[in-house]
């Protein structure tokens, strides 16, 4: 089972191979792939730092812990009516997805976020609705 944050969600479906720095890329590459693969996998609904903060480069102020994360976190989990402490399958997850969450949402969601004008977590969107489920990296 994995622990993750709400905007975490997020982030899973836009992940490319991208990120903060090379232990943060291998430790999401191996989440991602994770549930890629077996969509089955539980995840536990966190409030705050999760698996994926763990690695989350020490560079001064910590991102993770910012109000605006927390607030970001707090709306993903509304618009998917999903609650902390809630576990629940990856492939369930993905059904939320299509149900409640179109792509233009990004862009009101994580208006703030740094990755957002790649557009890869809207792709991520589309793809889920396709039923295409996460993409593999490369």
Known sequence: MYKLR????????????????QEYVENMTRLHQTLRNHPKTLILLVKGP???????PNSGEYHCQDVQI??????????????IGQILKWE??????????????????????????YGVCEEGIREIHDGKGLRKVQ
Not at 10 to 19: A, H, K, V
Not at 50 to 56: A, F, G, I, T, V
Not at 94 to 116: F, G, L, M, N, Y
């Open 92 to 117: 369930d997850i993905e059904s939320r997805i299509r149900k409640h969450v179109i792509p233009a949402d990004i862009q009101v969601v994580c208006e703030t976020c740094s990755w957002r004008s």
């Open 50 to 56: 999760d698996q994926l903060c763990e690695k989350y």
């Open 70 to 83: 927390y607030e970001r976190d707090a709306v993903i989990l509304d618009k998917m009516d999903l609650k």
């Open 6 to 21: 709400g905007h975490h969600l997020f982030c899973l479906l836009g992940f490319r191979g991208m990120g903060y720095s």
